[in-house]
């Protein structure tokens, strides 16, 4: 999957805030992400990541 820093995801399930859009601040073997809603920050595998994406926008 083609992913870049600056694009926004739209994951399957939402976050605990209620949104579903996550901005990608770090790529590579595993992600960074930020929350659009609360603008909580997460890093994790990117094999887990990416099975939960519904959607990539640039």
Not at 42 to 58: L, P, T, W, Y
Request: with cysteine; net charge positive; glycine share 10%.
């Amino acid at each position: 999957m083609d992913i870049q820093v600056g694009d926004t995801l739209t994951m399957k399930k939402p976050h605990p805030c209620g949104s579903r859009d996550w901005l990608v601040l770090r790529t590579g073997a595993d992600f960074k992400l930020r929350c659009c809603g609360c603008g909580h920050e997460v890093m994790g595998a990117r094999s887990k990541f990416e099975k939960n994406i519904r959607q990539v926008r640039r």
